[in-house]
């Protein structure tokens, strides 16, 4: 289970990190996890449907670092191996990758 939660906490930090450093270049500031998810949705990076999951992903991600309940770690858990998570994800990197070639293809 921590080898998943650490999983969890590297793509986490790097997926905000990333939007974060998007949204800055498209004129959008953004300085904390769920600041940038928000902008994200509003920039049509985070499709509607997942809008809830990333706010679930700054909750977990807060909570992993105060688990002292098994159930609290086991639902955690659950949370990340979701396929729905791993969906929501892998929206925003396809959508991020569209943008990356659209900015290439304009330069």
Not at 5 to 12: C, Q
Not at 36 to 56: M, Q, R, T
Not at 57 to 67: G, P, T
Not at 69 to 98: G, H, P, R, T, W
Request: glycine fraction near 2%; charged fraction near 40%.
């Amino acid at each position: 289970m921590e080898i998943s939660t650490k999983r969890f906490e590297y793509t986490f930090e790097i997926l905000w990190k990333t939007l974060k450093e998007y949204l800055r270049l498209e004129g959008i500031d953004c300085s904390t996890p769920l600041k940038c998810f928000k902008e994200a949705f509003n920039a049509g990076l985070i499709d509607e449907k997942y809008e809830s999951i990333f706010i679930d992903m700054v909750e977990k991600r807060n909570e992993i670092v105060h688990v002292y309940d098994f159930d609290q770690a086991k639902n955690i858990y659950k949370f990340i191996k979701s396929d729905e998570l791993f969906s929501a994800i892998e929206d925003v990197y396809k959508k991020l990758k569209e943008k990356v070639r659209e900015i290439k293809k304009d330069t």
